[in-house]
Structure formats: structure tokens, C-alpha cells
């Protein structure tokens, strides 16, 4: 099973960096943010499906911490029903085409900066599957 998840997870990755390789030439550097414009607190909403189940995530937060050139890093914390709030590492890079990659410990998003919101999806292979359209927007 292990196996299965790390050639799933590892697929998955591959096709994200395919995706971000053939889109680098598309836009003017001019445009695209550096890390520390993404630094802050932002709300984190979204929509689609995990578990094969329809979900909607709501009151999610990433707080991005610090930053180095195109590179930043931070945490998303969240509440699962029936728990307590729940902390992850975040890590991520802004692209030349300004596509912005963030992972988590357990899967990652690919989304892009349009008027103060980041809009993207959100992926995640094993136990948790999931594709989530998310929308982060600045506090």
C-alpha cells in the first residue's frame, strides 16, 4: 500500500512540475511577487472533494512566516470535526511565471496571485485523497 501511495504521490508530482516547467515562459517577470509580498496571514476557503465525499473547508488559515527571494515558509492551521486545531509546515516558491507551489506535510497546492487573493487547488494521494479548489485571501 505504501508502495501505491508513494508512485501515486510521486506521479502527482511529476505531472505539477511538467505543468510549471512548460508554463515558465508565459508571463513578464515584471508581475510576479516576491516571497516576502506573500508574507502574512491569510483565510483560506474551499470546495471540492476528499474521501469521495463532497467537502467544503471553511475557517483555514496559512500564515506565511518568512521568506527568502521567490521562497517562503509558514503553517496553515485548521480544525477537523471532533478535534482541536490542527498545525502544518508549509513550504513554498514562487515560479518565474508567478505560479505559486505550496506543500504541506501531506500534499500541496498550485494556485496564482490575482488582486490580493491566491486562487488554486489543492491536492492530496493516500488515506486523505483529495482535489479541493481553494481561495486564500489576505486578513
Not at 42 to 47: D, E, H, K, L, V
Not at 76 to 98: D, F, H, R, S, W
Not at 108 to 125: A, K, M, P, S, Y
Not at 128 to 137: P, R, T
Amino acid at each position: 500500500m505504501r508502495l501505491r501511495i508513494s508512485i501515486l504521490l510521486t506521479a502527482a508530482v511529476t505531472a505539477l512540475l511538467v505543468t510549471i516547467g512548460a508554463g515558465c515562459a508565459s508571463n513578464s517577470s515584471e508581475s510576479v511577487p516576491t516571497g516576502a509580498e506573500l508574507i502574512g496571514t491569510w483565510q483560506q476557503t474551499g470546495a471540492g472533494y476528499e474521501r469521495g465525499e463532497s467537502v467544503i473547508w471553511v475557517d483555514q488559515v496559512v500564515v506565511i512566516e518568512a521568506a527568502d527571494g521567490q521562497g517562503f515558509t509558514g503553517f496553515k492551521e485548521y480544525t477537523k470535526e471532533g478535534q482541536g486545531p490542527q498545525q502544518e509546515i508549509v513550504n513554498g516558491v514562487i515560479a518565474p511565471n508567478g505560479d505559486i507551489l505550496i506543500t504541506d506535510e501531506d500534499g500541496f497546492f498550485r494556485g496564482r496571485l490575482e488582486d490580493e487573493t491566491i486562487l488554486g487547488q489543492h491536492v492530496e494521494v493516500g488515506d486523505d485523497s483529495s482535489a479541493i479548489n481553494l481561495e486564500l485571501k489576505r486578513r
